[in-house]
């Protein structure tokens, strides 16, 4: 457990990182970069860099991640609350994540809310080797920044929550305890986002869903598709395992298995199996942003045509 003094240096720390790092957002957008295509890009570039060590849970590349994300909603526009959470660590040991909420007011306080998720959290580092989480799951908190800005000024027929979880990579912890906080019926939907760098030998996204969801979107993500990128949805695991030759239960993959165990409609966007999952090789060097930016594009539009 880290003592008191060390938290007040590193939050001196922390916050002299963040200067820099926001510092070095507004020189590229000062470049004439588009502003959507280059804090996507920028975001997993941040989020991937030295400065954030992997992201593992509970250390201070973590702590610091969180605080770049809370400070990105601000800029948008967002109120942010984060959420404090302890889990078991092995058999006897404690261990704390953080997860970042962020909301904004609006006409609509009184109706349902959609709820996006995307964990932040990666492996960290072991030993000299860094595990920067490019495509899992930075990727996933670029597309969750990405879907704020885009809603940030739109009028809304839904509330909409965007979290990015902690602790999801050592056993879904954040997601879990944030559905322990949320009031079952007033959820009309959860959007997981984790590892979205489409491939472009095969590219592809994947929406698994739960049986109710799949028979009332199925026809329009389907419809998403264009000649850039294909979007298959499914329920069924096995349908998905045999694309991939692989044996995984889609259903228990990522944060969206917490909201599924207690009934919550789901949609869990990504592009499935990624040779470099979980290897200090999943960096940017492997990202085709041209391709992640459509899919974001595309993404955003089928939230904007839920229907009501």
């Given amino acids: 457990m880290i003592n008191s ?14 200067s820099l790092l926001i510092t070095s957002s507004a020189l590229l957008l000062h470049c004439g970069q588009a502003f959507a295509n280059t804090n ?3 975001d997993v570039v941040t989020l991937t860099s030295a400065q954030f060590a992997g992201r593992k849970t509970a250390t201070q590349g973590a702590q610091l991640a969180a605080e770049f994300i809370s400070e990105r909603f601000i800029s948008l526009g967002y109120t942010v609350d984060e959420q404090t959470f302890a889990y078991q660590s092995g058999l006897f040991g404690k261990a704390f994540g953080r997860n970042v909420v962020a909301t904004k007011s609006s006409h ?5 809310k959609i709820i996006f998720t995307a964990h932040y959290d990666h492996l ?9 989480g490019a495509n899992d799951n930075a990727s996933g908190v670029a597309a969750l920044l990405y879907l704020a800005s885009y809603f940030a000024e739109k009028p809304k027929q839904y509330q909409l929550v965007f979290v990015a979880t902690d602790a999801e990579e050592n056993g879904l912890h954040g997601s879990e305890y944030l559905v322990s906080t ?3 019926d007033e959820i009309k939907l959860n959007i997981n986002l984790d590892m979205l760098v489409v491939n472009p030998r095969k590219p592809r996204i994947y929406a698994f869903l739960d049986n109710q969801s799949l028979a009332q979107y199925q026809t329009d993500i389907k419809t998403l598709s264009d000649k850039q990128i294909t979007f298959m949805a499914t329920s069924s695991s096995a349908r998905l395992n045999r694309l991939f030759d692989l044996n995984v239960d889609w259903r228990r993959a990522s944060d969206h298995y917490s909201f599924a165990k207690v009934g919550i409609p789901y949609i869990y966007f990504g592009i499935g199996h990624d040779k ?6 999943d960096t940017t060097a492997h990202i085709d942003f041209t391709l992640f930016k459509s899919a974001m594009k595309k993404i955003a539009e089928f939230v904007e045509k839920l229907p009501s």
């Avoid at 470099?276 to 090789?281: I, L, R």
């Fill in 5 to 18: 003094v060390m938290k007040v240096n590193y939050k001196r720390f922390a916050r002299i990182q963040l």
């Fill in 40 to 42: 996507l890009e920028q």
């Fill in 108 to 112: 609509c306080e009184k109706c349902e």
């Fill in 124 to 132: 960290g580092q072991k030993g000299s080797r860094l595990y920067p």
């Fill in 182 to 184: 949320l009031n079952k």
């Fill in 276 to 281: 470099h999952h979980h290897q200090s090789t």
